[in-house]
């Protein structure tokens, strides 16, 4: 009997002590991970600031694409509208030319007809242009080449529906030309350039920088009065001729039409 005794007492202080234990082990446990997560939340904080970091830096390159593609489509609009603007110049520009032509063809008393430049060489462009008018429009070699701003040249080569202009910046082309009050009847000569060459023109000369020159009239190619160029620089270093430049009034690349000037029989 009292050996049973003894047997429960034992297995009541093994229970009571397997209590303690797992209530111990589960405090220290909780102590543990109390402890633990103290000295991990930091690095927690960290990681998720990185991350959080990361999110941001991944969102700013979303935003980055974004903001690049709307700035694509605002250039793409800007230069929609500089065209615009430059097309409009352009029809601006043509419609006033067109109209200078058309006030010409009712002062000159020659048939005019008018043409549209359909050639220039971008290597050679001050020798010559090609233009869509030809023997089937009445265009005969020899005739005189005007824009509303002066002289062109005059038809070099005549074809069927075009013809070919030699204009008087060629370097083969020589215009007799004089100044407004007729005082120097001289040789103009082209360059190749937008710069003629003003020749036998004696030192005693009236003719001064900024004059116009004109043609003579003396030519049966060209009828007097127009206009060939300004007078840009005067060269009297030698004793005899002065050495005159004269710029032509138009830039070659900015002509579109042009007229032909037909005697009338």
């Not at 003894?6 to 405090?27: E, N, P, Y």
């Not at 007809?113 to 070699?141: T, V």
Request: zero cysteines.
């Amino acid at each position: 009997m009292i050996s049973r005794k003894k047997k429960t007492k034992k297995k009541l202080h093994l229970i009571i002590l397997i209590g303690v234990m797992i209530i111990l082990t589960f405090a220290w446990s909780d102590f543990i991970i109390s402890k633990t997560n103290g000295f991990l939340l930091p690095i927690k904080l960290k990681i998720y600031q990185t991350n959080n970091h990361i999110h941001e830096f991944f969102n700013t390159f979303s935003k980055i694409d974004e903001i690049k593609e709307e700035n694509k489509q605002l250039e793409f609009s800007i230069e929609e509208q500089k065209f615009i603007t430059i097309e409009n110049q352009e029809l601006l520009k043509e419609n006033q030319e067109l109209r200078e032509l058309l006030q010409m063809k009712e002062r000159v008393q020659y048939e005019m007809i008018a043409a549209d430049i359909i050639f220039i060489d971008s290597l050679n462009p001050y020798e010559e242009i090609s233009i869509n008018k030809g023997k089937d429009d009445g265009i005969e070699y020899n005739m005189a080449v005007v824009s509303p701003k002066g002289l062109v040249g005059r038809v070099k080569k005549v074809f069927d529906n075009y013809s070919q202009v030699e204009l008087i910046t060629s370097a083969k082309s020589y215009t007799s030309a004089i100044d407004r009050d007729e005082n120097s009847l001289s040789i103009l000569n082209g360059q190749g350039n937008d710069l003629l060459k003003l020749e036998n023109v004696v030192v005693n000369s009236d003719i001064e920088i900024g004059d116009k020159i004109y043609t003579s009239g003396i030519s049966e190619i060209y009828p007097k009065d127009l206009l060939l160029g300004i007078v840009q620089s005067i060269d009297k270093s030698d004793e005899i001729f002065k050495e005159i430049t004269v710029k032509v009034p138009y830039k070659i690349f900015n002509l579109k039409h042009v007229i032909i000037m037909k005697k009338n029989n």
